[in-house]
């Protein structure tokens, strides 16, 4: 079965600095894709980033950035130049490539930004 | 279009009473979820529509639980004989492509159901 853990249930960060957000994934399956998403306090879910496990190139969107390490199963999440705004709930989440299939979700990682 | 919205934003009600939620998804996507979402949790599966057939139900769905998507377009959840434990916030997401990056799913703003 896939699963994601993400163990950090709390990170601390000042404005303008960079946080990694820690991702560790389960499956069997050769080919899957990872997302990350953020959740303000308002609960919307808003997408972020997206790795499938056959990119060869470490996606980026803007400051996000996921570091995929393949072979340890994990896949951080990088923000540079931290901004409060940035301040929320953030969720790893896992699917694998066959059409139709659910999100698998990690129970997030909260994320302060301080001035 | 605005994305996928859900409507009511928030529903309180009594134990033992039905309450039924809708999701209306952005309008080209075929593919149509349910999700809940507990407090200090990560959203979970519930269920899963392409076009009008529902092709995916979790064991978190429980009998009390049915939803529909008549003609492919929005979307109903409703849940039966409403129990303490049901409380939780109820999300919707829909997503089109066949796979990648195209599997992304947008999410709308999710139903917080209370139950007393």
């Known amino acids: 079965a896939q699963k994601i853990t993400q163990t950090q249930p709390g990170m601390f960060v000042q404005e303008k600095e960079a946080v990694t957000l820690d991702c560790t994934y389960d499956?069997?399956?050769?080919?899957?894709?990872l997302f990350w998403y953020k959740q303000p306090s308002s609960g919307e879910m808003i997408f972020l980033i997206y790795q499938g496990s056959y990119d060869e190139q470490n996606a980026t969107e803007g400051r996000y950035s996921l570091n995929f390490q393949k072979a340890r199963k994990s896949a951080n999440l990088v923000i540079s130049a931290s901004q409060l705004g940035d301040s929320a709930m953030y969720f790893c989440?896992?699917?694998?490539?066959?059409?139709?299939?659910?999100?698998?979700f990690g129970k997030g990682t909260t994320l302060s930004v301080s001035s | 279009d605005t994305g996928v919205s859900q409507d009511p934003r928030h529903k309180i009600t009594k134990r033992g009473q039905n309450v039924t939620f809708r999701c209306d998804p952005i309008s080209e996507h075929n593919r149509l979820y349910w999700y809940r979402q507990t407090l200090g949790q990560g959203p979970e599966f519930l269920t899963y529509f392409q076009n009008e057939a529902q092709l995916e139900k979790s064991r978190l769905l429980s009998d009390r639980f049915s939803a529909e998507r008549p003609k492919g377009s929005f979307s109903t959840l409703e849940i039966q004989r409403t129990e303490q434990g049901d409380s939780a916030m109820y999300l919707c997401a829909s997503s089109s492509g066949t796979g990648g990056r195209s599997t992304e799913a947008f999410f709308g703003q999710g139903t917080r159901l209370t139950v007393v």
């Open positions: 499956t069997s399956d050769q080919s899957y894709g």
């Open positions: 989440a896992m699917r694998d490539n066959q059409a139709g299939t659910a999100l698998i």
